[in-house]
């Protein structure tokens, strides 16, 4: 419809895109629509721009322009950047006045996890969502990890960044256990109604970060790091399925094998289920 529009400017320039939109019976809005679904150079840009927040919190965004200027050596504007963490709802941790002010059209929970002992497995997990771009475009994934033995206890790998995916993930880590508490974020997808109401009618705390607060989900977010450095980065998937199966592998190898420093080497499903209740 948009090329019709742009035709008729051409062979008709005196007549206003009002006019133009009244005589095609068409909704004037739709001319002036753009998507906001970010393009893949966005989200290889966007996963660079983590890693790096993630390796250093502090950094704004004229400090990971630098970085990916001289560590990466990416031709990047730093307004570029801004617009992206603005999208990713991330930035420097530093001290700042209001920050208790609540985000408005959704209701915060207060964050749980403040100095509590976490001491068995189903006490409290965390759930996130990430981007993964691969040849033919860009995929979602999301997962949810026990805290107590980072063993991951449920993910889905999804086309959109919908609620839907976040409750396939859900489902399936409930297939499991049910924990007390579930810690995550403030994105649309956790603070929408289906996933609030979702917990709730399981009796299940909801917990919630502050904004721009990545160390209040500090283990999905090393879980992030490490399947995407020992994982996706280090092979070519050339379509979702293949990228599935590279997923799932590394996740059973993950939970099953692969040992950790911080479990004294122990692998997370022995430690998930040694203290399973």
Same mark, same amino acid.
């Given at each position: 419809m948009t090329i019709r529009i742009q035709a008729a400017r051409q062979d008709y320039p005196a007549i206003s895109v009002v006019r133009r939109c009244e005589l095609l019976k068409i909704n004037r809005s739709t001319v002036y629509y753009q998507s906001d679904k970010p393009d893949e150079d966005d989200i290889w840009l966007m996963n660079l721009i983590r890693d790096i927040w993630l390796q250093y919190p502090f950094y704004g965004y004229r400090k990971i322009t630098r970085e990916l200027r001289v560590v990466y050596n990416q031709i990047v504007n730093? &307004? /570029?950047? #801004? /617009?992206? !963490? +603005?999208? !990713?709802?991330?930035?420097?941790? /530093?001290? &700042?006045?209001?920050?208790?002010?609540?985000?408005? @059209?959704?209701?915060?929970?207060?964050? #749980?996890?403040?100095? !509590?002992?976490?001491?068995?497995? +189903?006490? =409290?997990?965390?759930?996130?969502?990430?981007?993964?771009?691969?040849?033919? @475009?860009?995929? $979602? #994934?999301?997962?949810?990890?026990? *805290? $107590?033995? /980072?063993? =991951? *206890? @449920?993910w889905c790998l999804a086309e959109t960044m919908h609620t839907e995916g976040c409750l396939v993930a859900l489902k399936q880590a409930l297939n499991i256990a049910k924990p007390e508490i579930i810690n995550n974020d403030q994105g649309s997808q956790f603070t929408s109604e289906t996933w609030i109401l979702t917990l709730l009618n399981l009796a299940i705390k909801i917990s919630m970060d502050g904004k721009g607060r990545c160390l209040d989900n500090v283990y999905i977010e090393r879980f992030w790091r490490t399947i995407k450095y020992e994982a996706i980065h280090l092979n070519e998937y050339d379509c979702f399925k293949a990228l599935y199966k590279g997923i799932k592998h590394y996740i059973k190898f993950y939970n099953d094998e692969r040992y950790h420093q911080s479990l004294d080497y122990a692998t997370p499903a022995s430690v998930y289920f040694s203290s399973k209740k």
């Open positions: 730093h &307004k /570029r950047v #801004l /617009r992206l !963490m +603005n999208v !990713m709802e991330i930035e420097a941790l /530093r001290p &700042k006045p209001k920050t208790s002010i609540k985000m408005a @059209g959704h209701v915060i929970y207060p964050y #749980l996890l403040r100095n !509590m002992e976490i001491t068995r497995s +189903n006490q =409290v997990w965390m759930v996130d969502l990430t981007y993964i771009k691969f040849k033919s @475009g860009f995929v $979602y #994934l999301i997962a949810l990890i026990d *805290v $107590y033995s /980072r063993y =991951v *206890v @449920g």
